[in-house]
């Protein structure tokens, strides 16, 4: 750290920026079910109607269960990588930020999917974001400083890949059936499944 303050060069703590993290992680999978809510003008006249309610908001419900698991399964994915450097520096930051940024957006796209998934555009801002979010991520590993390879290393990649993928099948299925467009996107559900399949056929080193 002392060369580089000598030369000028602006470091920043990978602790400062993983406080950073964490914390924006924590606030846009808690905002996620703002818009899973009944309607203010809705008047249940007994329990038969209150449940019909309910089961009504699974359009909401589906695009909320899927951001939560995609954010939660790319916080463990940051949270695997493992670097000895102590310091990142301004051009690595930046791609943090922007990547940070977008996860911000997260329940921003979710909210308009859930309110017009029949829409083909809603659900291509959905996957697109989703998309962008997993390009940015396995940018920002294939920078990392320092960074420490192995199965930690395997699952990141596998899990971006993953996301990737269903992205991208989702916006496939757009044209062929919108109405079943969303569920490309539980391919992230198996995702651990893949994960511990792959482990247990590696061959080690």
Same mark, same amino acid.
């Given at each position: 750290?002392?060369?580089?303050?000598?030369?000028?060069? %602006?470091?920043?703590?990978?602790?400062?920026? *993983?406080?950073?993290?964490? /914390?924006?992680? @924590?606030?846009?999978?808690? $905002?996620?079910?703002? *818009?899973?809510?009944?309607?203010?003008?809705?008047?249940?006249?007994?329990?038969?109607?209150?449940? =019909?309610?309910? &089961?009504?908001?699974?359009?909401?419900?589906?695009?909320?269960?899927? @951001?939560?698991?995609?954010?939660?399964?790319?916080?463990? =994915?940051?949270?695997?990588?493992?670097?000895?450097?102590?310091?990142?520096?301004?051009?690595? #930051?930046?791609?943090?930020?922007? +990547?940070?940024?977008?996860?911000?957006?997260?329940?921003?796209?979710?909210?308009?999917?859930?309110?017009?998934?029949?829409?083909?555009?809603? #659900?291509?801002? +959905?996957? !697109?974001? $989703?998309?962008?979010?997993? $390009?940015? @991520?396995?940018?920002?590993? %294939?920078?990392?400083?320092?960074?420490?390879? !192995?199965?930690?290393?395997?699952?990141?990649?596998?899990? /971006?890949?993953?996301? #990737? =993928? @269903? =992205? $991208?099948?989702?916006?496939?299925?757009?044209? &062929?059936?919108?109405?079943?467009?969303?569920? /490309?996107?539980?391919?992230?559900?198996?995702?651990? &499944?893949? %994960?511990?399949? /792959?482990?247990?056929?590696?061959?080690? *080193?």
């Amino acid at each position: 750290m002392t060369a580089f303050a000598e030369r000028g060069i %602006a470091m920043f703590p990978k602790a400062r920026l *993983d406080a950073l993290h964490d /914390g924006i992680f @924590s606030v846009a999978m808690t $905002l996620l079910v703002l *818009d899973v809510r009944l309607p203010e003008e809705f008047r249940p006249r007994d329990g038969a109607e209150l449940a =019909a309610g309910i &089961v009504n908001l699974w359009p909401k419900f589906l695009p909320y269960l899927l @951001s939560f698991a995609v954010l939660g399964l790319r916080w463990l =994915a940051s949270i695997e990588i493992r670097s000895r450097a102590e310091y990142y520096n301004r051009a690595y #930051v930046n791609l943090w930020l922007f +990547y940070l940024l977008l996860i911000t957006c997260v329940p921003f796209s979710t909210i308009v999917v859930g309110r017009y998934a029949s829409l083909a555009p809603a #659900v291509w801002l +959905y996957a !697109g974001h $989703l998309l962008l979010i997993a $390009l940015v @991520s396995m940018q920002m590993v %294939a920078l990392t400083p320092h960074l420490e390879r !192995g199965e930690h290393f395997r699952a990141n990649r596998l899990g /971006g890949t993953v996301l #990737v =993928a @269903s =992205a $991208l099948l989702t916006i496939a299925l757009t044209f &062929v059936d919108l109405r079943i467009a969303m569920w /490309g996107l539980a391919l992230n559900f198996v995702q651990p &499944v893949i %994960a511990r399949w /792959g482990r247990s056929r590696i061959i080690p *080193d």
